[in-house]
């Protein structure tokens, strides 16, 4: 049912008429506010809720973006992505920070740019990755053949920091599945296996697998896994974070160089 015109309740319908408001005018902009949320399936509820009370969880990211790349290491985007929850007095505040590197492959090649050179331009880290995950050659052939899959890489997500309010633990599997899937599809993650203290079956759970010879895990993200953040059944809504979250967070975070 279409949430009821307000001046149909006839003191209304005279208070706004005292005031010279052309009633039949406001119906017709009712009516064609109601049209809107029926086609977009809004509900009367998120009509009338104030922001304030929207406590799902939420991400933000402070990133770059470079529109025409001048330099090899534009073609790397670093975010910074701020997870946002709820205290038990509806308060939001942040209860867990991610830092995340994204190397678009598909456009560094599609500009004529050499994979490796781009990766030995950026730091080490970013070369060590290059040569544990992509196979070696001059030309971008793809990730190592005997990674046993066949899916196109088109993109690396590097995860190389986290922080987490205690609170957000049994939640780390959500966050990071989710931040995956903030990324195309045709991309694979990499992330060292200590980033986010998870256990081993967990990050299994997540799709990630070891990389022989190094300390960094493999995820290619257009497969499926045991664990998908889509089919979690719990409801970030219900969630409630301490009031000292985001300073708990802030100073964990204080403590990551922000080197990779």
């Known amino acids: 049912m279409p949430p009821e015109w307000p001046t149909q309740n006839g003191a209304l319908s005279a208070q706004y008429a005292t005031h010279g408001f052309d009633t039949q005018h406001l119906e017709d902009a009712w009516m064609v506010l109601v049209c809107i949320c029926n086609v ?27 529109p025409k790349p001048t330099d090899l290491t534009h073609y790397f985007r670093s975010s910074e992505i701020d997870v946002w929850c709820h205290t038990a007095g509806d308060e939001p505040t942040v209860a867990a920070r991610l830092a995340v590197d994204y190397f678009d492959i598909a456009r560094a090649v599609g500009d004529g740019q050499s994979i490796l050179h781009v990766c030995d331009a950026v730091s080490a880290t970013w070369m060590q ?5 992509i ?3 001059i030309n971008f052939l793809g990730i190592r053949e005997d990674f046993g899959f066949d899916d196109p890489v088109n993109g690396l997500v590097f995860i190389h920091g986290a922080a987490f309010h205690p609170d957000l633990n049994s939640w780390r599997t959500f966050i990071l599945d989710s931040v995956c899937h903030m990324y195309p599809e045709d991309t694979a ?33 257009m497969l499926l896994n045991t664990y998908s953040a889509l089919n979690d059944n719990r409801d970030p809504e219900e969630l409630i974070v301490a009031e000292d979250a985001q300073e708990y967070v802030n100073q964990q975070w204080s403590e990551f160089d922000g080197t990779d």
């Open 189 to 221: 993650t990499v992330m060292s296996k200590d980033t986010t203290n998870l256990e081993p079956k967990e990050l299994a759970s997540l799709g990630f697998r070891k990389v022989a010879g190094s300390e960094l895990l493999f995820r290619p993200n």
């Open 40 to 66: 977009a399936k809004l509900s009367h509820f998120y009509l009338t809720r104030s922001a304030a009370k929207a406590n799902t969880m939420r991400f933000e990211c402070n990133s770059t973006f470079y």
């Open 135 to 137: 196979e070696p050659d």
């Open 129 to 133: 990755i290059y040569e544990t995950t």
